[in-house]
């Protein structure tokens, strides 16, 4: 990615994360706790989506050692701050936006649509035989995410939550690249 793309992305969603709070209460009718950050919900939203990552990558690990390349170079580490406003943005909508919109069906159809729609969208066709294992992953750890915002009425649940997950699974895959990188020179 070009430097000035990632400093504008930056930027913009720096801007709407900032504007959220007024935004979201005036159009949307959400109240999105924005300054409520429960201790154990967010340790329990770490711990799960860290579970969920090992579980993930493990199973890749086994299926397709190549994928875990491939993932590793997608994101530079320079990227790696695009994945807060990112995974705000992503957070907000299909948290707060999707699943609260749906509660009028049931916490349960609420969570399973919206998880479905959130691992829709992280489908990659680059991906073709991992594509079952990815998706099926990013799923369930949607359905933690999404009963535990219910549970804590939080969006910073799901939302610190989702960021480590996110970075401990790029920690280890770049601790796998390098042990394997460490392996060829020997």
């Known amino acids: 990615m070009r430097k000035e793309f990632r400093i504008s992305v930056v930027l913009i969603s720096l801007i709407l994360m900032l504007s959220l709070p007024f935004f979201g209460k005036i159009h949307f009718g959400l109240d999105l706790k924005l300054a409520q950050m429960p201790f154990k919900g967010i340790i329990l939203a770490i711990l799960l989506s860290g579970l969920t990552t090992v579980i993930e990558i493990g199973l890749l690990a086994r299926i397709s050692p190549t994928t875990l390349e491939y993932v590793t170079q997608m994101l530079d580490r320079s990227s790696y701050l695009l994945l807060?406003?990112?995974?705000?943005?992503?957070?907000?909508f299909?948290?707060?936006?999707?699943?609260?919109?749906?509660?009028d069906f049931g916490a349960g159809p609420a969570i399973m649509i919206s998880s479905l729609m959130f691992s829709i969208g992280h489908v990659s066709l680059e991906l073709k035989r991992?594509?079952?294992?990815?998706?099926?992953t990013v799923f369930v750890d949607s359905i933690v995410l999404g009963v535990l915002f219910l549970l804590f009425n939080s969006l910073m649940v799901s939302f610190f939550?989702?960021?480590?997950?996110?970075?401990?699974?790029?920690?280890i895959l770049s601790k796998k690249i390098a042990a394997k990188e460490d392996n060829r020179k020997l």
């Open 84 to 92: 807060i406003p990112i995974i705000f943005l992503e957070e907000l």
């Open 94 to 103: 299909y948290r707060a936006l999707i699943l609260n919109t749906l509660l």
């Open 161 to 171: 939550g989702h960021l480590a997950g996110n970075l401990f699974g790029l920690y």
């Open 130 to 136: 991992e594509m079952a294992i990815h998706t099926a």
